[in-house]
């Protein structure tokens, strides 16, 4: 992994502008939004140490359980709080304005929050969760020891990316795609890698969140706000690198919504295989439906509307990790390596815009 | 399969596989109970999608004080075979329902229990009532385990707070469950019967069980 892109990584930060929820205002003038910079591999309701000494002399008597909005739409504790601004402000907003919330805890949508411990365990559960997937097992996550476990946590809360490295190499997640494991890891470009054409195989661990969009815009200052999580399809699947093949972000996406994305050719079906060896010989098949698919369309190109419903793919609009729009056709192993999360999983988010028959051509 | 090199793990095809012959047996030998079903989820629909799904059954009831009768309807009063080591009291008599779902996981590639529970009116059951609830060897364990055995989690597919039963130790167990099979040793992993063989364990944590004859019914079949 490139230690720079690493730093980078770890330091970087959203501009947060927190409005408490104006039924929780007690006083009045109402008290001032609070300014904050929010790590973008933190999580929201750890601000909470700095939050609830703001509020408190505004805030009714009672129980508190912290929690946040954007645009009316409750924010999932879990997800890392960088995520949630790629994912739902299509054009960035600086500061991203959020919503603060005391009092009302919407149990019904968000899975209940004790505050750092569940945010603790989430964290560590997800990174047994990718151990699994990397190396077939958990035992090195399960066996950590106690104050591993501590300092580990404790680096990811407080950012402190040294103290990170030194526990997380103990836990031996080996990085995907690079030939040989055990080279030096410092400036060895993926570039080169792909030259040679040896890429190692592996599974990587991926949180894929797509927002499906139907409206249409070209610009993302024009998109619509995610108002409901019902539009966005959550993916969790790890990604299977292939042995030998440049395999891309872009064919790793495809990967991932084998609902929305046909495989064209026996070439690339090979590739995209996700699970196991039975998967590849189904995606094989569909392959050659979807041959038979497209000739189809072709013969019946009059017939638009119909044609597009059937046949068309969606349009992937965006894709952002980290904060950064990367290039499709940059290797995966690459983004695996350098923009995954401290728990080991790359968090993608996607905009695609799906395609809908249009009632007024027909 | 050889079971020696098996890692008791299940591609999610064999996963669609084992589900419709589970579901199937379900209904042949639990006809008065309410059937597993299979629920499609299409992202979009497509025909090329590979049948992305989980099992589902709804609206088991359970008679507050009466431990046993976990798996029947209200008015099934069919007599069990009482362990008191799972007898636990219950405060109130009051009526309530549990949804189970079996979900692939594609992290572990093994299935995992998701369970939520509810009253009547559909209000849903605070976690201290559903502890009430499950054997007295689950409250143990959670004891010890807090955050790695049971925890509310996202459903998948739903997009909703579920109970989920931890999958990280599922392969291994399973791998021994079936090393431990003599007919297995000559025959090789029977798919088909893996979700039968992992939910007579996974059961027990939340108190559904499974009927002899089925498990029984598995075996001779190999």
């Keep these: 992994m490139d230690m720079e892109a690493q730093r980078f990584l770890w330091e970087g930060a959203i501009p947060l502008q927190i409005h408490l929820h104006e039924s929780e205002v007690t006083t009045l003038p109402s008290p001032p939004p609070a ?24 805030l009714p008597p009672g129980v508190d359980t912290i929690w946040f909005d954007y645009k009316g739409l409750p924010l999932k504790w879990y997800i890392p ?18 919503t603060v919330h005391f009092r009302g805890y919407p149990g019904n949508i968000l899975i209940p929050c004790e505050g750092e411990d569940s945010i603790k365990w989430n964290f560590i559960n997800s990174l047994k969760e990718a151990a699994y997937i990397i190396n077939g097992n958990c035992k090195n ?13 404790r680096s990811v809360l407080n950012g402190n990316l040294d103290s990170y490295r030194r526990v997380s190499s103990k836990l031996k997640l080996e990085a995907v795609g690079e030939m040989n494991s055990s080279s030096p890891r ?43 999580w019902d539009k966005v399809s959550y993916i969790n699947r790890p990604v299977e690198i292939q042995e030998g093949r440049c395999f891309t972000l872009h ?52 017939d638009h509307v119909k044609a597009s419903y059937e046949h068309e793919e969606p ?42 028959v249009n009632n007024t051509m027909s | 399969m050889e079971v020696l090199s098996w890692d008791g793990t299940l591609s999610s095809r064999d996963f669609q596989a084992a589900a419709r012959v589970f579901a199937e047996n379900w209904k042949q030998f639990n006809p008065a109970l309410p059937p597993w079903t299979w629920v499609p989820c299409l992202k979009q629909p497509s025909r090329l999608s590979q049948e992305q799904g989980y099992l589902s059954l709804e609206k088991i009831c359970l008679l507050g004080s009466n431990k046993e009768d976990e798996q029947e309807d209200v008015d099934e009063e069919e ?47 605070a976690w201290d009532e559903i502890e009430k609830d499950l054997p007295a060897c689950s409250s143990k364990v959670l004891l010890e385990s807090k955050w790695t055995f049971i925890t509310q989690e996202e459903h998948p597919h739903l ?13 291994e167990w399973m791998k021994l469950l079936f090393l431990g099979d003599e007919s297995l040793a000559t025959n090789g992993v029977a798919v088909e019967q893996y979700l039968v063989s992992w939910l007579s364990v996974v059961g027990q944590v939340v108190g559904l069980r499974i009927p002899f004859d089925m498990l029984n019914h598995h075996k001779s079949c190999n």
């Design chain 1, 251 to 302: 064919d790793a996406v495809k990967s991932l919504l084998p609902d929305y994305f046909v495989v064209k050719s026996l070439g690339t079906a090979e590739s995209l295989t996700v699970v196991g060896d039975d998967e590849q010989r189904v995606s094989s098949e569909d392959a050659s439906d979807d041959k038979k698919a497209e000739e189809e369309v072709e013969t019946s190109s009059d």
């Design chain 2, 159 to 171: 997009n909703r707070p579920w109970y989920k039963l931890h999958p990280c130790g599922t392969s």
């Design chain 1, 141 to 153: 996550v399960m066996n950590m020891s106690q104050p591993d476990q501590v300092e580990l946590w």
């Design chain 1, 315 to 356: 349009e992937i609009k965006l894709v952002r990790i980290q904060g950064i729009e990367p290039k499709l056709e940059i290797p995966f192993s690459w983004v695996a390596n350098n923009l995954m999360h401290p728990e080991h999983f790359l968090h993608i988010s996607v905009y695609l815009k799906v395609r809908q």
């Design chain 2, 79 to 125: 007599p069990e075979p009482v362990d008191n080591a799972t007898l636990i009291e219950s405060a109130g008599p009051q009526v309530c329902y549990y949804d189970f779902h079996i979900v692939y996981s594609d992290s572990y590639r093994v299935p995992v229990l998701y369970f939520r529970g509810y009253y009547i009116d559909g209000q849903p059951l």
């Design chain 1, 81 to 98: 709080t960088g995520v949630l601004f790629d994912l739902l402000c299509a054009e960035p907003e600086r500061p991203w304005n959020l």
């Design chain 1, 35 to 58: 300014l904050i910079l929010a790590p973008r591999l933190g999580y929201l309701p750890l601000l909470a140490s700095h939050l609830k000494p703001y509020f408190s002399t505004a």
């Design chain 1, 186 to 228: 410092s400036r060895l470009s993926m570039g080169e890698v792909d030259v040679s054409g040896q890429v190692k195989p592996g599974r990587v661990p991926v949180r894929l969140y797509v927002w499906n969009v139907s409206e249409d815009f070209d610009d993302l200052e024009d998109a619509p706000p995610v108002d409901s």
